[in-house]
């Protein structure tokens, strides 16, 4: 058996999709569209809303509940905590995203 | 001929990467017979090969953005289906053991009525003779002479060494042909 033999008969082994394939992969591509679309993370005004939220709750827990006499140049504490938290899982999710390009990347 | 799959396939991909999901169509019409193929050759059993061809599918469009044209994007693709493949082949044996093929269901076809095998029947025996191939050698023949893929980039697709390669396209020539000599004794020639 000769090269072009071999080649016409791995040829003749090519198994065919069914009919309707493509159009099932299509429309299960497009409802996870939809429901990616719904969902978006970390956009900035929910990054700008996040900071706010956490460092009112820092700040009340600092300053009322735990009833620290904190001096008024350490105001900027919880601030800055929240700052470090939210950088903090930024980060994660940037790890995340760029361990799953990764495992796909030309 | 290459350069020209590869322009077409740059065209749709540019225009895949724009959001146009009807070049994506077209480019899965291209190649899924063959990734359908190439995925059957590791997990023997059809309908698996197709979910785990969607699967693939899917995670080439969410990624297609990412693409840089580094390499082929067939070469890309079927690196995806392979190791799309074998995972879900680790995933079911840990699991319980595949069924029997699905796909060749049975080859009673009578010779002595159809001295000359129809083109179908052809196939059916061709199909058979590959799905009792060791998985590596069936994998390395179809990528070789369906897909077209030099040795090198086999390796880069399949993760295996040059020489181990070498040594399955070699192996799997030999044994395609002892087992269609098996099925078919004499009327291997009508195959040809």
Redesign the interface.
């Known amino acids: 058996?000769n090269e072009k033999?071999?080649?016409?008969?791995?040829?003749?082994?090519?198994?065919?999709?069914?009919f309707n394939?493509?159009d099932?992969?299509?429309q299960?591509?497009?409802t996870?569209n939809s429901l990616q679309t719904s969902i978006t993370f970390w956009s900035f005004r929910q990054i700008v809303i996040g900071f706010i939220l956490v460092a009112v709750i820092s700040g009340y827990l600092i300053y009322k509940i735990l009833g620290l006499n904190i001096s008024t140049g350490n105001a900027a504490v919880p601030f800055v905590w929240s700052l470090i938290l939210l950088l903090g899982l930024n980060y994660l999710l940037s790890i995340n995203n760029y361990k799953s390009?990764t495992n796909?990347?030309? | 001929m290459d350069d020209k799959v590869n322009d077409k396939d740059s065209e749709l991909i540019y225009k895949v990467q724009d959001g146009d999901?009807n070049a994506?169509?077209t480019l899965?019409?291209l190649y899924?017979?063959?990734s359908?193929?190439l995925a059957?050759s590791i997990v023997k059993n059809?309908s698996l090969?197709?979910d785990i061809?969607?699967d693939s599918?899917?995670?080439v469009?969410r990624?297609i953005k990412?693409?840089?044209y580094?390499?082929k994007f067939s070469?890309?693709l079927y690196?995806?289906i392979v190791n799309t493949s074998y995972n879900e082949l680790k995933r079911q044996k840990k699991n319980i053991s595949i069924e029997e093929s699905d796909?060749v269901t049975n080859l009673s076809i009578k010779k002595e009525e159809n001295p000359v095998l129809r083109?179908e029947d052809?196939?059916k025996y061709?199909?058979k003779?590959?799905e009792l191939l060791k998985t590596d050698e069936a994998l390395v023949?179809?990528l070789?002479?369906?897909c077209e893929m030099s040795l090198k980039e086999i390796a880069i697709i399949t993760k295996f060494s040059a020489s181990k390669v070498r040594v399955d396209l070699h192996r799997g020539?030999k044994n395609?042909?002892q087992q269609?000599e098996q099925l078919l004794g004499e009327e291997i020639n009508h195959?040809?």
């Open positions: 058996m033999d071999i080649k016409k008969l791995i040829e003749k082994s090519k198994v065919n999709t069914r394939f493509t099932r992969l299509m299960k591509i497009e996870q390009f796909l990347k030309n | 999901t994506f169509r899965v019409d899924k017979d063959k359908l193929s059957i059809e090969a197709e061809l969607q599918f899917i995670k469009y990624n990412w693409f840089k580094k390499s070469t890309w690196k995806i796909f083109l052809q196939k061709i199909q003779a590959m023949l179809r070789f002479y369906l020539r395609i042909k269609l195959l040809l």
